[in-house]
């Protein structure tokens, strides 16, 4: 898992100014008290002071560092009770002159070292869920919510079970992928008619990778079309939609929905190609969805893009009534 930059770096700028808030705060505080306690600014000043002081002149005199280590930790130790009492007897908390940081293992600075702080994780996790509920309904479908109710246990001959329990399978075998979803994970292919879940499982299965950590780009067939066409003809007047591009391109699982919705025109079967294309040479899951059939692809695409879809992909067909429709009418 790679950490989206604009992300990044947009947390990274908030714990800065965060932390220039903080300094504010208690640079005021401690103005505040110096001028009330005077005594506290000295005690302030002498412990900045002292290890550099008594480390010099331990040198300088050839004596024992470690002598002189001890002294200045018995000295130090005695400005600080004083200092403690200074605020107390003043009514003033004992820690109103400490920093306090949001989180104290980095200290609001993200990382520990070079590696990430939970809390830089945390809101990076937060970001992105924000970020999905911006393109899909998260809080209402979710794996939690999904019900096999609607789909018919009426066996259908074609295709050798019910559409219920072929559903079944659909939904087990998408929450085993959202559960263990890694940057080795496989592409699925969702074929079927519409109204049928290939949406709502995509849904499902973007919550529950984000909530991981992993970064999630979702869009049309025909909004994906449209951005590349922005970009290719309108240049520097699209930034939008570079940065969707950017999504497509760089997060860790990309859902394309509605395959061959959009216009049928050389440079947008161009535009999936490359974009499947591309992710598949960078080893980057995706998930599309399709009303069309395995073997309708080649129909509507060229022959690379069907062959990347039928031998790239593992498909899970999807059939039965339109539970959309069956839903409005149970209402």
């Known amino acids: 898992m790679q950490f989206d930059k604009q992300i990044l770096s947009d947390i990274l700028r908030e714990y800065e100014i965060k932390r220039e808030l903080h300094a504010k705060q208690l640079s005021e505080r401690k103005l505040e008290v110096y001028k009330k306690i005077p005594r506290i600014k000295q005690i302030d000043s002498l412990l900045k002071g002292t290890a550099a ?3 010099k002149i331990a040198l300088e005199n050839g004596d024992d560092p470690e002598d002189a280590l001890n002294n200045l930790k018995q000295q130090n130790l005695a400005l600080q009770r004083e200092r403690r009492e200074l605020l107390i007897k003043n009514n003033i908390p004992h820690d109103f002159l ?21 809390c830089l994780k945390y809101a990076y996790q937060e970001r992105l869920n924000k970020q999905l509920s911006t393109m899909l ?3 209402d479908q979710n794996f939690e919510s999904f019900k096999l109710d609607f789909y018919s ?15 079944k399978i659909n939904f087990n075998r998408c929450r085993k992928y959202a559960d263990t979803f890694s940057e080795n994970s496989e592409n699925l292919l ?15 299965i973007a919550k529950v990778v984000t909530q991981s950590g992993f970064s999630v ?26 940065e969707a591009i950017t999504k497509y391109e760089k997060a860790d699982l990309l859902i394309l929905d509605d ?43 060229s022959a690379a893009i069907a062959s ?6 593992t498909t899970l067909r999807f059939f039965g009534d339109d539970i959309r429709r069956l839903k409005r009418k149970s209402k």
């Not at 067939?221 to 939008?240: C, H, P, R, W």
């Not at 190609?273 to 998930?287: A, T, V």
């Not at 990347?308 to 992909?313: A, C, H, I, T, V």
């Open 153 to 167: 246990q009426a066996n259908d001959s074609r295709m050798g079970m019910s559409a219920r329990e072929n559903m």
């Open 308 to 313: 990347r879809l039928n031998g790239e992909f």
């Open 53 to 55: 002081s008594v480390l």
């Open 259 to 301: 395959l061959g919705t959009e216009f049928s025109t050389p440079l947008a079967i161009s535009i999936i190609y490359s974009l499947i294309n591309n992710r598949l040479m960078s080893h980057k899951p995706m998930i599309i969805s399709t009303n069309l059939l395995p073997n309708e692809l080649e129909k509507r695409y």
């Open 98 to 118: 400490d920093d306090k940081p949001d989180c104290h293992i980095c200290s609001d600075m993200g990382y520990i070292g070079t590696e990430p702080c939970r």
């Open 190 to 204: 969702f074929c079927g008619s519409t109204g049928l879940g290939k949406t709502f499982l995509s849904t499902c």
């Open 217 to 242: 780009a979702y869009d049309t067939a025909i909004n994906i079309v449209n951005n590349y066409e922005m970009v290719k003809f309108n240049g520097l007047d699209s930034t939008q939609a570079r």
């Open 137 to 139: 309904p998260v809080k």
